[in-house]
């Protein structure tokens, strides 16, 4: 057993489990909430604005992968060589992968000309710097440690890693959640995510990571498009919505966020998708529509939902690709 291991204490110890270091693990996910608060149970860190990343390396090899199980070691090639180079050898790491803007803060809008990419090379070339937060481990030399208290996992996560400007390690401080919030927000972040400091890792969504967000903004599923007017070139806006019962709900078009590159890109992707049905639940009142498959999913900043369940002042910010667009749901605070 590793040293680092073999230090924990007695009751710590009895909730690692040997095993070979499995394929794939479930990310744990945090519950959007409208709760405040201050409280020295809990660890509260900075909400990042990027693409979630759990990294998986064992006999030499580096996987970088998705929430929905895509492998991204093409996108950023700077983040799976900094992997390769470390001396721990098998391990499951989770966190975020970002871009950052001219103050420090991330813009997952930043990270769009990487996404998707399949040509270690032409990710290099976009010259976009990308550094990989790491907030969590889950397996290390041999064990599982998602029963592990959260303090325990970071304290082996600290210490596991050599950190540098790619992969960084993500702090955490117990208490004073309102503080830190007020901070955040003033700092211009997405804002904090608060985790139970004595709970385990959890696969899937749970209550015990709560999401404190200073801005509106989630996923919302592309279901269409209209044609432009003016000097606006390939498209007006796109239609987005959210499933709801199995359906696709109507949330809104959205008509800002795009420059011409992007909306070239973008139609690109939308000709194959197209249809002739809307594939939305409910009537769309809109002229001069093109409808799509419900199979791309946009990140959308806004300002407020209305009382009709439609969005204020939207705007786009980029595709997401680590998300599966039947898991996009209406964000409603807990």
Known sequence: MDPLLERLPPA???????????EWEEPMLATLTSKRFDDHGWAFGHKLDGARCLAYRKDGHVRLMSRTRHEMNASYPEVADALM???????IIDGEIVALDENGNSK??????????????????????????????????GYELTRLPLLERKHILEKTLDYGDTVRFLEDRLGGGLGLFDEACKKGWEGLIAKRAYGPYV?????????????????????????????RIEFGAILVGYY???KLMYAGKVGTGFDEKTLRSLMDKFRPLERKASPFAEEVREKEVHWLEPKLVAEIGFEEWTDYGKLRQPRYDGLRYDK??????REVPK
């Open 244 to 246: 709801q019962d199995g």
């Open 203 to 231: 696969h899937g969504r749970s209550d015990e990571w709560l999401k404190f967000k200073c801005v509106q903004n989630q996923e919302f599923v592309i279901g269409g498009y209209t044609e432009p007017h003016g000097k």
């Open 324 to 329: 599966d667009p039947h898991s996009v749901i």
């Open 12 to 22: 710590a110890k009895e909730k690692l489990v040997k095993m070979e270091q499995p």
């Open 108 to 141: 997952f809008e930043l990270l769009q000309p990487r996404m998707g990419l399949e040509d270690p090379a032409e990710a290099r070339r976009t010259g976009i710097p990308v550094h990989y937060y790491v907030f969590d481990i889950l397996f290390y030399d």
């Open 85 to 91: 180079a470390q001396k721990a050898n098998d391990f």
